[in-house]
Structures are given as C-alpha cells and as structure tokens.
C-alpha cells in the first residue's frame, strides 16, 4: 500500500476516534449542562459543538473546488449559541461530522498534494487535514474536559483510568507484537462502557 493511502487511511481512524470521544463525553452528561458556561469568556458544549459542525460544513463542502471559508459561513454567530435540546446539539455534531467524512472518504491518495484554500491561503490537502485534525482534537479536548467537570456522578474514563495504567500495560505486553492503528482498540473499549 502506498504511503499516501496509509496516511488517509490513519487520519480517518484518528478523526473518527476523536468523534466518539466527543459522543462518549456528551453522552455522560445531562441534557442541561450541554448549555452551561461558567462566566462570559468560556463557551457551552453546545456551542463548541455548533462551532466545530460550522466549520466542518464550510472548511468540506465543495472542499476541493471552493475556498474553505464559505461566504454564507457565519463564524462569529456559532459563538451564540442557539441550540435548545441534546437532540439539536447531536443533530449539529452529526451534520457537520457527515459533511467531513462524507468529503474525507472520497478523496483519493493521488489529491494530496493537490492545493486548496482556506481564506485565500494555499494548502496541499495534506496540510488541510492535518490542520483540521489539530482543531478538532483541541476542541474535542475541550469537550471532554468540560463534560468531566460538569457530570454529576462518576466519570466513565475515556482513556486508561486512573491507578489503571499498569494492569493496561500487563493486557497489553502479553498480547503478541502486532501492527494495527491503536484507535481500533480504543473506540471497542469506550462502546463496552
């Protein structure tokens, strides 16, 4: 398999991992405190999710023939939350999830060098990928933390839970040497919570 292939395939696996972070955060807390903001400067969990789903739809609709900064895209209005229910806030997150994995999986090894813009700044695919995975990790990262510090009952870890990593690590080095993407193991692991 060509090198160009692998890296698409990989960055779908961490897109995806980083999308179920964010379902398996959302869907530790109540409905209510999706909307919480603790003071003026701080955004909801609704609304980082309305801001990722926005920048979604404009950075991967027509991603290879238009600027990925639409002209009908309102960034500043994604910071005013006006989603209401979980169910908006799931409808959001999936709509702009949709857009970008729609759009990442019919891209083709061969367009990664091929150049995009984004506010009339030139990037190969490549770069537009890798920029967008830092963004959507940082705000993923934000999420959790929030919905972490928000939940009222105990938090279901995301990760190897505290005082675990050395059982973790036991299951692991007496398990054969194998190569697979480490997002595989860890998406079956957060669904059998």
């Known amino acids: ?23 398996k955060a959302i869907e530790q807390i109540e409905p209510e405190q999706l909307f919480t903001q603790t003071n003026e400067d701080t955004n ?4 980082i999710v309305k801001h990722l789903s926005g920048n979604m739809l404009s950075r991967w609709t027509d991603f290879l023939t238009t600027d990925g900064e639409k002209e009908w895209r309102n960034r500043d209005s994604e910071f005013e939350n006006n989603l209401t229910t979980k169910e908006a806030v799931f409808e959001s997150w999936n709509k702009g999830w949709e857009c970008f994995l729609t759009t990442l999986d019919n891209l083709h090894a061969e367009q990664l060098l091929d150049i995009i813009y984004i506010r009339n700044e030139g990037h190969t695919v490549l770069e537009a990928i890798n920029r967008q995975l830092a963004h959507y990790s940082y705000h993923v990262g934000q999420l959790v933390f929030y919905a972490k510090e928000l939940k009222n009952k105990p938090w279901n870890s995301l990760s190897i839970a505290r ?19 480490f997002t595989d193991a860890e998406i079956k692991r957060m669904d059998k919570q």
């Open 44 to 47: 909801s969990i609704a609304t």
């Open 163 to 181: 005082n675990n990593s050395q059982n973790y690590n036991s299951d692991k080095f007496a398990k054969a040497k194998e190569i697979k993407n």
């Open 1 to 23: 398999m060509e090198t160009n292939t692998i890296y698409l395939e990989s960055a779908k696996k961490l897109f995806l991992y980083y999308k179920t972070l964010g379902e």
